[in-house]
């Protein structure tokens, strides 16, 4: 009876198939006689299902799945159908099958679209698979998240511990964080304690930060995101497919964590007008967390975290985010997904103004008290003491973004809980790695007028043999060394980093309005056009300390001369004082002469010197005789009488003054770095 029994129902099953193309109600009634006769009979109550669905018939398609769910739902087959419909719903593709899929989900009845999502998660074995469907099932059911949302909390969370790699930045904390928390934490039946409230908190900041500041991959493929699959090294995470391209996105990151601090404040009774708003600038942001933080301070409250915490967690949320914003402007290829904003060219390094570096200056205990006044009034005018070179553009949103960073860090540090807490989560987070931050408390010193300590961290990255920025820690360890009046050391570092210049790049003269820095700190782009001034201005201000001090040799003499062609005329009151020393001992011995020396008035006058007018001065430039044709005469006389090989060199020379000043500069500084360096040795 049996077999007869399953004769008839494959019969039954085929014979409707063969009619569904011919004539769908007839395969329809067959269908309809098979269920009938045979109700408990899994294979043509699923068929009557597949029939359905091949033929698009939603709302049959839907009643067939749910009566099979109610009735068979320990049948493998049918498992299997139900896991291709929650795929199908947490897919990116967009073609027929797959939304018809979703659509008939859709059409179930809320209780069994319900059940399925937490029976099929339960069925799964993947982890993250499991966790996708819980995070389906708690997005769609209030009640679910009582039951199951802090369940689902701790699954990613030891998930997350069993990859051997531990970058905060993985698909699993991905969920917990983006997906998971805010739906949790937006249902206040949901019980958590505040333990688990603060550690949430903390995982959330840890991964938007590590977020926005990975670093940008330099394989030829590109980054690769860490989202899109979790670590395969272990034998429970085989066979998974991680993120679709869909979920592993992240939008909008510091708008989302100030989201989740709010929510975290509700939930831990925290004081949430002491958590910043976000609907200002980054300064007034900043203003108001300053205004805040005094306010309680200067009251003893029993319940004193209430107030502090917000502020705390909103000061580290403002300098992380004002930090990403100014390092995406200083350097904006360090990052992935921060392309670069179109208007710089090379990084920004900061530099102390050579032009007034060596001024006399008040007291500099003074100079300090009355900056840190201006900062603590919520940096008013701080950020109008540097000059930006080398970006057109958005320079104010640079130097905001700057000091705005610089300001809650300070204030991180001022108190002490606040310090105590903030030094721990960056050990938790191991930012020992972020050589970036390290970047930004260098110039966190120099603008805070603690150029020692600058120079402290400048010479530990250099011992430690760190490769990265190495002509920006050049720059910085010559610029803070003469600040220091560390003269010998700021000129050696100087001819170190015109030695790290790209050789390929064009040396051009900076723009006419970016030749006269008038502030006391500039960020200067890293690259010739506004490197090679500063290092030729920075070298040729130690000459000047040698010169005044009445100890520069014939050498050093030389070298000024070359270097002062860069800033001509400026310098000619200079030169001039030069020429009377030459003029003084009757002679001037420099070889290095008709190699640099291209500058015109600069070629008349050393010219000049050698006429009876000019004092005859005996003039030694050219360091073997050679045969050189006679271009054209030299004015002022020289031709009469004066030495044939001198006259010829000097008429070549005079045709070089179109050449490329900065290029001819640039070269002198690193093929005589040696003779430049032993001249500064009185220094």
Same mark, same amino acid.
């Given at each position: 009876?049996?077999?007869?029994?399953?004769?008839?129902?494959?019969?039954?099953?085929?014979?409707?198939?063969?009619? !569904?193309?011919?004539?769908?109600?007839?395969?329809?009634?067959?269908?309809?006689?098979?269920?009938?006769?045979?109700?408990?009979?899994?294979?043509?109550?699923?068929?009557?299902?597949?029939?359905?669905?091949?033929?698009?018939?939603?709302?049959?398609?839907?009643?067939?799945?749910?009566?099979?769910?109610?009735?068979?739902?320990?049948?493998?087959?049918?498992?299997?159908?139900?896991?291709?419909?929650?795929?199908?719903?947490?897919?990116?593709?967009?073609?027929?099958?797959?939304?018809?899929?979703?659509? !008939?989900?859709?059409?179930?009845?809320?209780?069994?679209?319900?059940?399925?999502?937490?029976?099929?998660?339960?069925?799964?074995?993947?982890?993250?698979?499991?966790?996708?469907?819980?995070?389906?099932?708690?997005?769609?059911?209030?009640?679910?998240?009582?039951?199951?949302?802090?369940?689902?909390?701790?699954?990613?969370?030891?998930?997350?511990?069993?990859?051997?790699?531990?970058?905060?930045?993985?698909?699993?904390?991905?969920?917990?964080?983006?997906?998971?928390?805010?739906?949790?934490?937006?249902?206040?039946?949901?019980?958590?304690?505040?333990?688990?409230?603060?550690?949430?908190?903390?995982?959330?900041?840890? =991964?938007?930060?590590?977020?926005?500041?990975?670093?940008?991959?330099?394989?030829?493929?590109?980054?690769?995101?860490?989202?899109?699959?979790?670590?395969?090294?272990?034998?429970?995470?085989?066979?998974?497919?991680?993120?679709?391209?869909?979920?592993?996105?992240?939008?909008?990151?510091?708008?989302?964590?100030?989201?989740?601090?709010?929510?975290?404040?509700?939930?831990?009774?925290?004081?949430?007008?002491?958590?910043?708003?976000?609907?200002?600038?980054?300064?007034?942001?900043?203003?108001?967390?300053?205004?805040?933080?005094?306010?309680?301070?200067?009251?003893?409250?029993?319940?004193?975290?209430?107030?502090?915490?917000? @502020?705390?967690?909103?000061?580290?949320?403002?300098?992380?985010?004002?930090?990403?914003?100014?390092?995406?402007?200083?350097?904006?290829?360090?990052?992935?997904?921060?392309?670069?904003?179109?208007?710089?060219?090379?990084?920004?390094?900061?530099?102390?103004?050579?032009?007034?570096?060596?001024?006399?200056?008040?007291?500099?205990?003074?100079?300090?008290?009355?900056?840190?006044?201006?900062?603590?009034?919520?940096?008013?005018?701080?950020?109008?003491?540097?000059?930006?070179?080398?970006?057109?553009?958005?320079?104010?949103?640079? !130097?905001?973004?700057?000091?705005?960073?610089?300001?809650?860090?300070?204030?991180?540090?001022?108190?002490?809980?606040?310090?105590?807490?903030?030094?721990?989560?960056?050990?938790?987070?191991?930012?020992?790695?972020?050589?970036?931050?390290?970047?930004?408390? @260098?110039?966190?010193?120099?603008?805070?007028?603690?150029?020692?300590?600058?120079? @402290?961290?400048?010479?530990?990255?250099?011992?430690?043999?760190?490769?990265?920025?190495?002509?920006?820690?050049?720059?910085?360890?010559?610029?803070?060394?003469?600040?220091?009046?560390?003269?010998?050391?700021?000129?050696?570092?100087?001819?170190?980093?015109?030695? /790290?210049?790209?050789?390929?790049?064009?040396?051009?003269?900076?723009?006419?309005?970016?030749?006269?820095?008038?502030?006391?700190?500039? =960020?200067?782009?890293?690259?010739?056009?506004?490197?090679?001034?500063?290092?030729?201005?920075?070298?040729?201000?130690?000459?000047?300390?040698?010169?005044?001090?009445?100890?520069?040799?014939?050498?050093?003499?030389?070298?000024?001369?070359?270097?002062?062609?860069?800033?001509?005329?400026?310098?000619?009151?200079?030169?001039?004082?030069? @020429?009377?020393?030459?003029?003084?001992?009757?002679?001037?011995?420099?070889?290095?002469?008709?190699?640099?020396?291209?500058?015109?008035?600069?070629?008349?006058?050393?010219?000049?010197?050698?006429?009876?007018?000019?004092?005859?001065?005996?003039?030694?430039?050219?360091?073997?005789?050679?045969?050189?044709?006679?271009?054209?005469?030299?004015?002022?006389?020289?031709?009469?009488?004066?030495?044939?090989?001198?006259?010829?060199?000097?008429? /070549?020379?005079?045709?070089?003054?179109?050449?490329?000043?900065?290029?001819?500069?640039?070269?002198?500084?690193?093929?005589?770095?040696?003779?430049?360096?032993?001249?500064?040795?009185?220094?």
């Amino acid at each position: 009876m049996a077999t007869f029994r399953g004769a008839d129902q494959k019969w039954l099953v085929e014979t409707a198939q063969s009619l !569904l193309g011919k004539d769908p109600a007839a395969a329809k009634a067959w269908l309809l006689t098979a269920r009938a006769l045979f109700p408990r009979d899994f294979g043509i109550q699923y068929q009557s299902y597949c029939i359905a669905k091949s033929s698009r018939h939603l709302k049959e398609a839907a009643r067939s799945l749910y009566n099979l769910f109610i009735q068979f739902h320990h049948e493998a087959t049918l498992w299997q159908e139900l896991h291709c419909i929650t795929m199908a719903m947490q897919s990116d593709q967009s073609d027929p099958y797959t939304l018809f899929l979703s659509e !008939l989900f859709e059409t179930l009845p809320s209780q069994a679209q319900h059940d399925i999502l937490l029976q099929v998660s339960e069925h799964t074995k993947d982890i993250l698979a499991h966790c996708k469907l819980q995070l389906l099932l708690l997005g769609r059911f209030s009640s679910a998240v009582v039951t199951h949302g802090v369940k689902l909390v701790e699954t990613l969370l030891n998930a997350e511990k069993l990859q051997s790699d531990k970058n905060p930045v993985n698909c699993f904390r991905k969920l917990l964080v983006c997906d998971v928390l805010p739906i949790i934490l937006s249902n206040h039946d949901t019980q958590c304690s505040h333990k688990q409230l603060s550690k949430w908190l903390q995982k959330s900041l840890e =991964f938007y930060v590590t977020f926005v500041v990975r670093p940008k991959s330099h394989d030829s493929g590109g980054f690769k995101s860490p989202l899109k699959s979790p670590d395969s090294s272990s034998a429970r995470f085989t066979h998974i497919d991680g993120l679709t391209e869909r979920e592993s996105q992240v939008d909008k990151p510091w708008t989302n964590l100030h989201n989740l601090l709010m929510l975290s404040a509700t939930r831990l009774g925290w004081n949430t007008e002491n958590v910043v708003p976000t609907d200002r600038s980054s300064r007034q942001q900043w203003l108001y967390l300053s205004r805040v933080y005094k306010s309680c301070s200067k009251v003893v409250e029993e319940n004193k975290t209430a107030n502090l915490k917000p @502020i705390f967690y909103s000061l580290i949320l403002l300098f992380f985010q004002c930090l990403h914003g100014f390092l995406k402007y200083k350097d904006p290829e360090q990052f992935a997904g921060s392309g670069s904003p179109g208007f710089q060219y090379g990084t920004l390094v900061l530099l102390h103004n050579v032009d007034i570096a060596l001024k006399k200056k008040k007291d500099r205990g003074e100079h300090k008290r009355a900056r840190l006044e201006k900062q603590e009034d919520g940096g008013e005018g701080s950020k109008d003491q540097i000059s930006v070179f080398g970006v057109s553009k958005d320079k104010a949103d640079l !130097l905001e973004s700057f000091t705005t960073a610089v300001h809650c860090w300070q204030l991180l540090q001022s108190d002490e809980t606040f310090d105590k807490d903030f030094k721990w989560l960056l050990h938790h987070w191991r930012s020992e790695r972020w050589t970036w931050l390290v970047s930004f408390q @260098i110039d966190m010193g120099i603008f805070s007028g603690d150029t020692a300590k600058a120079l @402290i961290m400048l010479e530990d990255r250099q011992e430690s043999g760190e490769v990265q920025g190495q002509l920006e820690a050049a720059l910085q360890l010559s610029s803070c060394s003469l600040a220091m009046k560390l003269y010998k050391k700021a000129c050696d570092m100087a001819l170190n980093a015109v030695a /790290k210049l790209p050789e390929t790049m064009d040396c051009k003269p900076p723009h006419q309005e970016e030749s006269k820095p008038t502030h006391n700190l500039q =960020f200067v782009s890293c690259t010739p056009t506004y490197i090679l001034p500063y290092c030729i201005k920075l070298v040729l201000m130690c000459f000047k300390k040698i010169f005044n001090s009445g100890g520069v040799n014939e050498m050093a003499l030389g070298h000024m001369i070359t270097m002062m062609q860069y800033d001509w005329p400026k310098e000619e009151k200079l030169f001039t004082q030069v @020429i009377d020393v030459i003029c003084q001992q009757g002679s001037l011995t420099y070889f290095p002469f008709f190699n640099y020396v291209i500058n015109i008035d600069i070629l008349e006058e050393i010219a000049y010197l050698k006429t009876d007018e000019g004092g005859r001065v005996e003039l030694d430039l050219i360091p073997h005789p050679v045969a050189l044709q006679r271009t054209r005469t030299v004015t002022r006389g020289v031709t009469k009488g004066g030495e044939e090989d001198f006259k010829i060199a000097m008429e /070549k020379q005079m045709a070089r003054c179109d050449d490329n000043l900065l290029s001819v500069l640039k070269q002198f500084l690193i093929e005589e770095s040696k003779s430049i360096k032993q001249a500064t040795t009185p220094l």
